[in-house]
């Protein structure tokens, strides 16, 4: 998420016309027309040629990455592909973006295909064990990336689909509650969201489920007239309360909302489409999300991956009676079900529109602006140990009626599990030399470099077109290294036994309920690795000074490595240092503007800071100093509208009034949050800039366009610009003619 | 044009808030409400002439302009007689552009705003005002007495309009308070009977514009993070807008 990409949704909202500058930043030219007319060549149509050209591309793929070139050859060879990429990456399409994960296949290709070949060591000794040990672990990162970008190199841009004129078509739907673990005031206003959703209201029946209800839970039943479901004798689990409930509710389709979740006032309508169009379809997620786009594109890539991290689904009552209802024994039982939903042959599809209000960062209590990992962190799964249990538990790749692209999917998910190991290697690498005087990479830093940088640009480049709209790639890298050791144990407990799983579970709550154990945890073997590596670079350095100037090159070459990983380790220590973000409150809360009317009839003008909750927070634009208990009316603006409560001061410190809004108003009130939160999603299904990638730093770029003008006006200075002006303007107008 | 609804306070706030918008010396207040109440919103105390003896006397009105310490220049009417008074209103009503006049004389408001404030109901000065105004703000209460008079002041409007089609007039409601049941219905009903010809913005009721009139400041200064502040600075920002239109 990026400020252009805010403005622009922004101006989409509120229909302001889209000012060329704030246009997705890519290019529509002649590039464009070339791609299309070839891929619309006749000669596709014809027999036989698309096997010909596969089998001639592949000749030549296997002929670019095994030859094998001298030093300058090689040098030109990667300026040429660096360049053509640098080329093509301002261009928009699918077709350009496949081009560039082409070339970066070349690049990397060719880079491990000469580290296997040619730059291990030639004896059996320490050197090539752990020289292979590194090429395979640059291998294994380079499959992931692989597979990574494969799966996101199509986004399915999937959108609402409409619903039949005809009302009487239209699925009837039963809304589960479970209200496991959530507040009661969470649970209220999940259930006003469920309420105020716009579907034909015989259709639509919403029920509250709890292990053993509540008073509080049962109150609220009766209060919003819904039925509430408890299951005392056999209590389950969220897991289970919902298979019970499955058995006593009657619907065709099934909605399970969390109890902290609140859904849009058009969600279903504007789900359900899909659910009527596609018979074959067994569940449907939307996006979990509000601001933050990341972690659902999992989702809505080529794979169609199970949605790992959303809670909220709609299903299909046939067909998940069919697999045995929602799996209980797993800690994510989304992605198992969605599994068994696949494996059976149904879809699973993910809209991506924005459903669930925003989770927002609670503006009190945190003091600095980016969360600390690593539970709501934007950008970046946690990670959970899910696909791996998946692996054990139900076998993807045994399962005879899985596609080839869902198997793939769920490798992706594996290969991404081991990912902490890889980074230990990384880290530790340069050391084998810098210490023990072992040298796992046998070739010159010329060649080295000539090999690896297209290899990394290449990479870096591609995986920016592809995730460069949702993450910055170097900040990405940065979250998950700081993830990577702490993932550390509960990889390699689930991967030896599925059992532990609630274990794990219990783990994490534990986790997210203790603040200062995470950082603690996660900080000290880095500290650990950081040691190493500067008393590695200290080695460094004194070999460097010490030995003959022959060996220099080398120790140079491993002294950068040493001082990148040194870097990194400091920036992931001072993210770990970082406070914690804390989460008060699940709602979107508003900052509507507001005025306070005091005892002595004085106004002023203030804003609220928490809307809705019931004990609203004021910001006054000048102190004002009210005992608590004072009567003050508050009057809350939308857009022109006004609103006045009466309200109670409950307490006022540091320039935050706290007011608790009068009993006999608290219906009205309720019924302004609502609508004020009832509106559609404030954004368009697919964002306008989605597509935008940002490989290059803001402050690279401004400088470079800084240098560019300056030396324009220079050059304009000496009279030679008004001739180009002149002739460029009299190309445009031969065009025009033509 | 109606009387008791704050006209003179908020000629006198909103000059000072259109001043905060347009900077020191290019907003001026003219009073024509022999009350001559209007320096007093800005503290100056004893002026040496008025609008209405330097008219009598076929002076020039600049030299009736005192500046006051709010960036706003004010025209008093002036502590006249009440001959002085009959013989100026004979005369505003035998030349009709006779203001109009007047102020281009005297370069006032070329440059800027020009507010003037007049007694209420119809009197010889609404006629001059109606003369040459760009725009008429008429000051309104959101209740019944308000709401009574409406059609007679449509009637002017008609009128006049007539005369100056191209004459914007737009109501602005005074002392709102949303927690009244009437207020808020009478506010609701003129925004439904009179439609966009109600400024965007209604003024709060609020202490702080009482209180400033007590201390003898505009309220922007008194207490600028009050709400009638709040809606003034809103109301000059609109007026602006709606002068450059």
């Known amino acids: 998420m990026n400020p252009q990409l805010i403005l622009s949704l922004w101006r989409e909202r509120w229909g302001k016309t889209e000012d060329k500058v704030f246009k997705v930043p890519y290019l529509q030219g002649r590039p464009n027309l070339w791609s299309e007319s070839l891929l619309d060549a006749w000669a596709w149509s014809l027999p036989g040629v698309a096997v010909a050209s596969a089998l001639l591309c592949a000749f030549l793929l296997a002929l670019v990455v095994s030859l094998e070139l001298s030093l300058n050859s090689q040098i030109v060879f990667s300026v040429v592909i660096v360049g053509i990429s640098l080329y093509l990456r301002r261009y928009g399409g699918g077709f350009f973006t496949l081009v560039m994960l082409g070339l970066s296949f070349i690049a990397s290709a060719r880079y491990l295909y000469w580290r296997f070949g040619s730059t291990l060591s030639q004896e059996s000794d320490m050197a090539l064990v752990l020289g292979f040990g590194l090429c395979l672990a640059e291998l294994y990162l380079w499959l992931l990336t692989l597979v990574n970008l494969l799966g996101n190199a199509y986004p ?3 959108s609402p689909l409409p619903l039949p004129a005809d009302r ?3 699925p009837s739907i039963d809304v589960l509650i479970p209200c ?6 969470s649970n209220e206003l999940a259930v006003k969201a469920a309420l105020a959703l716009d579907w034909p209201q015989e259709k639509i029946k919403i029920f509250l489920l709890e292990d053993c209800p509540s008073d509080a839970t049962r109150a609220l039943a009766t209060a919003s007239n819904v039925v509430c479901l408890g299951y005392s004798d056999n209590p389950a689990g969220k897991a289970g309360s919902i298979n019970q409930a499955l058995r006593d509710t009657k619907s065709e389709w099934v909605v399970i909302l969390e109890g902290d979740s609140a859904p849009s006032k058009d969600f279903l309508t504007r789900v359900a489409g899909w659910c009527v169009s596609d018979a074959k379809l067994g569940m449907l997620h939307t996006a979990h999300h509000f601001l933050v786009p990341a972690p659902s594109t999992r989702s809505l890539d080529l794979f169609q991956s199970p949605a790992l991290s959303g809670s909220c689904a709609m299903l299909r009552r046939s067909m998940l009676a069919e697999i045995g209802g929602v799996t209980q024994e797993p800690v994510t039982e989304q992605a198992h079900t969605a599994l068994k939903l696949q494996a059976a042959g149904y879809g699973h599809a993910c809209i991506g529109f924005a459903k669930i209000e925003n989770p ?4 009190n209590p945190s003091p600095s602006p980016s969360p600390s990992p690593p539970h709501q962190m934007p950008g970046v799964d946690p990670r959970t140990p899910a696909p791996l249990e998946v692996f054990r538990v139900d076998h993807p ?14 490798l992706q998910e594996m290969l991404q599990f081991y990912y902490p190991v890889v980074r230990l290697i990384f880290f530790t690498a340069p050391l084998a030399y810098l210490l023990a005087g072992v040298n796992i990479i046998q070739t010159s830093a010329g060649l080295l470099a000539a090999y690896a940088l297209p290899h990394l640009v290449q990479g870096y480049m591609a995986q920016a077109r592809l995730r460069g709209n949702t993450r910055f790639p170097l900040r990405a890298e940065l979250w998950q290294t700081l993830l990577a050791l702490y993932l550390l144990v509960p990889t390699a407990i689930t991967a030896l036994r599925t059992k532990f799983s609630q274990w794990i579970s219990a783990f994490k709550s534990q986790e997210i309920a203790k603040d200062d154990a995470f950082d603690g945890l996660v900080a000290w073997p880095y500290a650990i690795v950081l040691g190493l590596n500067l008393t590695g670079f200290m080695a460094g350095m004194f070999q460097f000074f010490a030995s003959g100037s022959e060996r220099h090159g080398l120790a140079l070459f491993y002294l950068l490595w040493a001082g990148y990983n040194f870097l990194l380790l400091v920036a992931m220590l001072a993210v770990a240092e970082e406070s914690r973000h804390i989460r008060g409150h699940i709602r979107r809360q508003s900052q509507l503007p507001a005025t306070l009317r005091l005892p002595s009839g004085r106004y002023i003008s203030c804003s609220t800071r928490n809307f809705p909750e019931n ?6 634009r ?6 608590a208990g004072t009567a003050v009316n508050v009057s809350i603006f939308l857009d022109y509208r006004e609103f006045v409560f009466p309200a109670q001061v409950a307490s006022d410190q540091e320039n935050v009034l706290w007011i608790t809004i009068e009993s006999a108003m608290q219906t009205s009130y309720r019924a302004l949050a609502t609508a004020v939160f009832s509106r559609g999603p404030d954004w368009p299904q697919w964002l306008p800039a989605q597509d935008a990638d940002h490989p290059f730093p803001a402050w690279l770029k401004n400088s470079f366009n800084a240098v560019r003008i300056r030396t324009f006006d220079a050059i304009k200075r000496l009279g030679k610009i008004p001739n180009l002006a002149v002739l460029g303007g009299w190309r445009k107008n031969k065009k025009k003619i033509k | 044009m109606k009387g008791g609804v704050g006209k003179t306070s908020t000629t006198a706030n909103l000059a000072a808030a259109v001043a905060s ?6 907003v001026s207040v003219v009073d024509l409400d022999p009350q001559n109440a209007l320096h007093w919103h800005f503290g100056i105390n004893n002026a040496p002439t008025g609008v209405c003896k330097q008219s009598l006397d076929n002076g020039d009105w600049a030299t009736a302009c005192v500046p006051s310490a709010y960036d706003v220049v004010c025209l008093p009417y002036g502590n006249v007689t009440e001959p002085e008074r009959e013989a100026f209103e004979t005369l505003l009503a035998q030349e009709p552009y006779w203001l109009g006049r007047k102020l281009q004389q005297a370069g006032i408001g070329q440059d800027g705003v020009v507010l003037i404030d007049t007694p209420p109901g119809p009197s010889v000065y609404l006629r001059q005002i109606f003369a040459c105004a760009d725009i008429i703000l008429i000051i309104l209460l959101a209740d019944a007495g308000s709401y009574s008079t409406i059609p007679a002041m449509e009637s002017w409007l008609g009128d006049i309009s007539l005369l100056r089609p191209q004459l914007n007039s737009v109501y602005v409601l005074n002392q709102v308070n949303k927690a009244q049941v009437l207020n808020r219905d009478v506010a609701e009903l003129l925004n439904q009977h009179l439609g966009a010809r109600v400024a965007p913005v209604g003024i709060h009721q609020d202490e702080a514009v009482s209180e400033a009139l007590a201390f003898r400041q505009p309220v922007l200064v008194y207490d600028p993070h009050g709400q009638a502040s709040h809606d003034l600075s809103r109301l000059a920002t609109w007026l602006i807008d709606t002068l450059n239109q």
């Open chain 1, 168 to 170: 009487a078509q239209w």
């Open chain 1, 622 to 627: 000048v102190p004002v100093m009210l005992k």
């Open chain 2, 21 to 26: 918008r347009l900077g020191p010396g290019r």
């Open chain 1, 180 to 185: 496991h673990d959530h507040s009661r005031v």
């Open chain 1, 397 to 410: 790749f045994s399962g005879n009626t899985l596609r080839h692209r869902q198997r793939l999917a769920f």
């Open chain 1, 615 to 620: 004990c609203l927070a004021l910001t006054p």
């Open chain 1, 360 to 363: 927002s960062p609670n503006p």
């Open chain 1, 156 to 158: 399915l841009k999937r």
